[in-house]
T-cell receptor, first 116, second 113 residues
Framework: QKEVEQDPGPLSVPEGAIVSLNCTYS??????FMWYRQYSRKGPELLMY????GNKEDGRFTAQVDKSSKYISLFIRDSQPSDSATYLC????????????????FGTGTSLTVIP | KAGVTQTPRYLIKTRGQQVTLSCSPI?????VSWYQQTPGQGLQFLFE???????NKGNFPGRFSGRQFSNSRSEMNVSTLELGDSALYLC????????????FGPGTRLLVL
């Protein structure tokens, strides 16, 4: 079983729609959760960063973490054609052993297309 | 503040050759990680450096190696290239030793013929 599972899509929505992207994970030690947006032939860009459970909102983007269900979501309101990209979830347990470094686990990404 | 930079951006090599990729982290960031991204496997962790020391290593063969310099810049080297090494190689930097999150560079796209 992979550490992080993410539906690859592709997902196609009309402009203005609410988009829901999701990831599930198996490691209960994960406590840092991130969403990245990656345009074609570019590096991932950090969109949202959340520590532990709860919601975080930034403009049209809302990240939700439900640690009890091991489930995280990213909602995009009023979606725009410029939101068309691949969205990657990422998570880590955190740096709890001095000197060991931290390791991040990524989903395979969901491809989103917003149609004008 | 400038972001993570990677050079070169594109590279074409033939099987058996070796290649060196370079990464300059965000100013002040001391942790640098390297990833390989392919359509089939997604992002796979190669290794992570902090203060010139490799702290963590992914499950890649010894042909993949890296180092970090005193100014936090990092290089990765792949020797005896194989066709399967064709990928986007991404570098990510973190501000703190504890690496709560990472910021990625644009990547180096390597094609092995």
């Amino acid at each position: 079983q992979k550490e992080v599972e993410q539906d690859p899509g592709p997902l196609s929505v009309p402009e203005g729609a609410i988009v829901s992207l999701n990831c599930t994970y198996s490691n209960s030690a994960f406590q840092y959760f991130m969403w990245y947006r990656q345009y074609s032939r570019k590096g991932p860009e950090l969109l949202m960063y959340t520590y532990s459970s709860g919601n975080k909102e930034d403009g049209r983007f809302t990240a939700q973490v439900d640690k009890s269900s091991k489930y995280i979501s990213l909602f995009i309101r009023d979606s725009q054609p410029s939101d068309s990209a691949t969205y990657l979830c990422a998570m880590s347990a955190g740096f709890y052993l001095l000197g060991s470094g931290n390791q991040f686990y990524f989903g395979t990404g969901t491809s989103l297309t917003v149609i004008p | 503040k400038a972001g993570v930079t990677q050079t070169p951006r594109y590279l074409i090599k033939t099987r058996g050759q070796q290649v060196t990729l370079s990464c300059s982290p965000i100013s002040g960031h001391r942790s640098v990680s390297w990833y390989q991204q392919t359509p089939g496997q997604g992002l796979q962790f190669l290794f992570e450096y902090f203060s010139e020391t490799q702290r963590n290593k992914g499950n890649f063969p010894g042909r993949f190696s890296g180092r970090q310099f005193s100014n936090s810049r990092s290089e990765m080297n792949v020797s005896t290239l194989e066709l399967g090494d064709s990928a986007l190689y991404l570098c990510a930097s973190s501000l703190r030793e504890t690496q709560e999150t990472q910021y990625f560079g644009p990547g180096t796209r390597l094609l092995v013929l």
